[in-house]
């Protein structure tokens, strides 16, 4: 009798808890999704963006929206419901669809840190470098690079799927995909948020020295372009730091914090926090950039907006020309 009691009760707990997970991956993917699609279709629209920083921003955003649109139409509904055997293959399939639009979120992120620290240490440098020109080969350079760290996926026992028993993208038992979770998965995103943190630090010394230079001359007239500058290089290197945070906490709890966890904990090291910081991202896009929020305050605009960006911008065209001016 007390051996059934006790059965059932972990029964209880066990769905409570499945039900938690379900819920919590679901509304954080609903939101990132809305908000990284919002953002993007800002980005590509408003002529503001209309620049290497807006389009591997708006890339970056599309690969958000990517990777949570895979983890509502298949996470969700597998966390709360047992996955059929024949869909095994699928489910291994979108799991090396989802690492290749994280990785390219990853060489956005630090493609968009190289643009800012251009930006902000060479100046004069920068036109040249990030033309309308290079821009479409840095992105065909993004797709590539993705798409060739995914390859490696598909061979023979190298695996990343979702798993219901413990509703965690994982990488298989395999060796060959043991290799890949430490070697190429672990030790290349680690690398690679190493370099873009060794930038980020420098550029804050840079955009530190440039303020307290402005403090001590602010006095002088001559001084506003310079602070209007400033302001918009801070601002902007606020929203690359950010976006890059998260992404290094979401690499960080994956692979080292996640392996001393267990039950809810491990869903919330993996899942969770995986999904989570592909919606931060978006919901940092939508906070620094006025000009997404303007389109989300006039929400029932945006499909004339969408159809014809320039007459409804019109309304403010003295912040839509300054805005296009300084990025």
């Not at 293959?89 to 994280?102: D, I």
């Not at 029932?300 to 159809?307: A, V």
Request: proline share 2%; glycine share 4%; with cysteine.
């Amino acid at each position: 009798m007390n051996g059934s009691m006790d059965s059932s009760e972990d029964f209880r707990e066990t769905l409570a808890f499945t039900i938690a997970e379900t819920v919590l991956i679901g509304t954080v993917s609903i939101f990132g999704f809305g908000c990284n699609s919002f953002s993007f279709l800002v980005l590509i629209r408003h002529k503001a963006f209309k620049n290497s920083f807006g389009y591997l921003t708006a890339y970056e955003a599309f690969s958000n929206a990517c990777v949570l649109l895979i983890f509502i139409l298949w996470a969700t509904p597998w966390t709360y419901l047992d996955i059929p055997v024949e869909l095994h293959r699928l489910n291994t399939l979108l799991g090396q669809l989802s690492l290749l639009f994280v990785e390219s979120s990853f060489h956005c992120c630090l493609l968009i840190t190289v643009n800012r620290f251009i930006a902000v240490m060479y100046p004069g440098f920068y036109r040249s470098m990030f033309s309308e020109r290079v821009t479409p080969i840095l992105l065909l350079v993004i797709s590539m690079i993705s798409i060739l760290y995914c390859c490696v996926y598909f061979i023979d026992g190298c695996n990343f799927y979702y798993d219901h028993q413990y509703s965690v993208w994982t990488f298989g038992t395999e060796p060959c995909s043991q290799m890949m979770s430490f070697y190429v998965d672990m030790c290349y995103n680690v690398f690679l948020f190493v370099i873009i943190c060794c930038v980020d630090v420098v550029v804050f010394v840079k955009l530190r020295a440039a303020t307290k230079k402005m403090m001590a001359t602010s006095g002088i007239q001559g001084q506003s372009d310079n602070k209007s500058r400033h302001r918009r290089e801070t601002r902007l290197f606020m929203q690359s730091f950010m976006v890059s945070t998260s992404y290094s906490f979401m690499i960080l709890c994956f692979h080292l914090i996640a392996r001393n966890t267990t039950g809810f904990s491990l869903f919330l090291c993996t899942t969770f926090v995986w999904g989570f910081s592909h919606s931060v991202g978006g919901l940092i896009l939508i906070y620094f950039n006025p000009e997404i929020q303007r389109r989300l305050v006039d929400i029932r605009n945006f499909g004339r907006f969408l159809k014809d960006p320039v007459t409804v911008i019109a309304v403010r065209p003295t912040t839509t020309a300054m805005s296009a001016s300084q990025k």
